[in-house]
């Protein structure tokens, strides 16, 4: 069949990515005001046609995704890293000039870095006090919902990023918006070159079709601008300094920029202090003292400076927990929480809101119990610290009180890395195939979109426990050094 080939998965994925960028001239997240007239909604017959062929394209791009890891695992001779990247780049040509897709969330990029540049509190106040007219107002008024009422809940590097693109284009929302997916782009080089050089070397093409030519990763990180990516790309960057290249003062001071993006990549430095107390010499109270003051240490010294270089202030221990306001129907916790908290309501009339939380904090509480159980593991030599560390936030994303589709890639590259053909892998690349279609291009979450989730998570699983797919069959060598050799706990 021709698509079972490289140049026939490319040929269709580059479709399907076609199609999604134009279906999200039409029906993507356009602007609330576009003063250069290029993203401007276009009737609701024209929003309607483009939702149908961003979806049909989304379809083709995670059929041409699938094939492809076939085609890695029947014919891995074929298929070189090369090819690979090629395949990564004609995929993301696409979606590069077009609108934000599947979320709103870069315009409060936008208006958070015009208040940095403006002097406002942005942990304090949210992106309504931006002038309509002034630096940032179009991004403002391009906010969702909520949102244009929140403080920031991103860390003062983020920020300073997102300061620069707003300084650099006068806060004008197409050139603005293009310049932060420039940063998300570059971001998914780097988590290109780390993922290189995590994976073993028979296993990089495997670890690049999951970690990096994820539909995942396509849609939510290049179309949607999601500075998850960037948080990410940092955290793998840091995870291949300090877990394979002993590294550990530089890789501890990347992850310190990722927790300066968004916090959960703290989770990297759980691991990097494992392994560092595990390769020191000397007694064990030497030893546990550097692992628990170390890589902490040199993460806090990059958070205090870039709090004061970016001037913010350190309002952003304070909103960790905003995104924790809204409810996301991917959430376990909050759906049960809700769930029972609504029947106590029925029979005792009290408040559902104090049982939501209490099953929130739970869920919480058994993740912190699994992520020290893993910690414990590789502290024993019976468990790789970067599996580990992908296992780790893959199990704090599902027992999170907010879920979205794409906080799968937080762990799935890192797991990517040293087992994509392993049991959660696989679990990964169903749920991936499934996820991307949770969201509508305009980043609503409508019935419809769950159901053409259920439908694909449903296809992948049955072509998984059938063997029709890479990771059902490939073999990944082994690790490469001797005090990498684990056992599988997942």
Known sequence: MWSLSVAGCRRLGVVGSLAVALGGWAAGTLPDRD??????PRGPRAFEAGVLLAYAGLTLLVIAWWRYGRLITERPAAVRVRDTLTTLGWWAAPLLL?????SADVYSYIAQGAMVLEGHDVYGAGPSVLHPGGIGGDAAASVGGHWTDTPAPYGPFFLLVAEGVTRATGGQIVPAVLGMRLIAVAALGLAVWALLRLAPRGARTGALW???LNPLMLVHVVGGVHNDGLMVALLLAGAALALRGRRWIAGSALVGLAMMVKSPAALGLL???VVVGRETAGPPIRRVAKALLGPGAVAAAVAVAATLVSGTGFGWLRTQSVAGSIHTALSFT???GLALGRWMQYFSGTHPDPVK???QAMGLTLALVLIAYLAAHVARGLLDPVKALGVSLLV???LSPVVQPWY????APLLAATTWTGRTARGVAVLSAAFVFVTAPDGRTPAYAFALAAVAGATAAYLMWRGDSAPATARVPGPRRADERVTAVT
């Open 396 to 398: 704090l994303v599902a």
């Open 271 to 273: 691991f990097i202090g």
């Open 35 to 40: 003063p250069w007239g290029l993203w401007l």
């Open 98 to 102: 077009a609108p934000p897709l599947y």
């Open 357 to 359: 939380r209490a099953i």
């Open 210 to 212: 999951l970690g990096a």
């Open 408 to 411: 799968l890639l937080w762990g």
């Open 334 to 336: 909050s759906d049960l």
